[in-house]
């Protein structure tokens, strides 16, 4: 599989160039349109148990479609819900990456997916909680809100993120998820003043926006969904 992508930085949208009788994975609802003769089919990626936790820890869709290409080979275009930048990660089958809710968009049939813990805010609502993590080979394709930044840690070198900004981290990098404001327990509730504190080796992907802000601007404008 290649990725091209167009539109980027601000309304990104990936093509997955396959190969004849190559399949790819695609979160579903993510599919803008394919070359005549490629094929798709909804799978609970990884089985029943894990495509559960996918979807009711993780908050992705418990299907994950496979589109293939015909025997002269296609391409499927596929887009983020919200506008911005994409990013390709090539993973090497040794150091894997964990990807926020919503942020995974599609991946060569060779990578596997499955849903990671990553600290205890998606219990309150917010990011963090459950991951998405890719391990294996072959390329995936993340999206971003906004303008993507790469943070390269060092040894030793520490930096602190607000979770609503992370896209994605490696897997040679630790993370702590924490309360920024102590005894602020309100924060527990928003999902505000949470952050992740990370340490290196390795990279951090982030974005410029972040989607908590967008749907706490469009509530106190009145935008958000109304309740009968």
């Known amino acids: 599989m290649q990725v091209r992508t167009r539109h980027t930085p601000s309304y990104g949208v990936g093509r ?87 942020c995974w968009l599609a991946a060569a049939a060779t990578v596997q997916l499955e849903t990671r813990w990553g600290g205890f805010q998606n219990l309150f609502g917010g990011e963090g909680g459950f991951l998405t993590h890719l391990s294996g080979q072959g390329s995936a394709l993340v999206a ?47 999902g505000e003043g949470l952050v992740f504190d990370f340490a290196g080796p390795g990279q951090v992907l982030t974005q410029t926006r972040n989607p908590r802000a967008l749907v706490s601007w469009l509530k106190s404008n009145g935008l958000g969904p109304q309740r009968g």
Not at 28 to 48: D, H, I, N, P, W
């Open 16 to 102: 997955l160039v396959l190969a004849p009788g190559e399949p790819v994975l695609v979160e579903s609802g993510s599919m803008l349109a394919t070359s005549y003769g490629v094929t798709a089919e909804a799978k609970a990626q990884g089985g029943f148990l894990k495509s559960l936790a996918r979807a009711a820890m993780g908050g992705e869709s418990f299907y994950v479609s496979t589109y293939t290409a015909p025997q002269q080979g296609g391409w499927v275009d596929v887009a983020p819900q919200l506008p911005g930048d994409l990013n390709v990660l090539e993973l090497d089958g040794r150091t894997g990456w964990c990807v926020t809710k919503g």
């Open 144 to 190: 971003c809100y906004g303008a993507l930044d790469v943070v390269t840690l060092q040894p030793g070198e520490y930096v602190t993120i607000d979770t609503g900004h992370v896209v994605a981290y490696a897997d040679t990098a630790q993370s702590r998820l924490r309360q920024l404001h102590q005894g602020a327990a309100q924060s527990l509730k928003s």
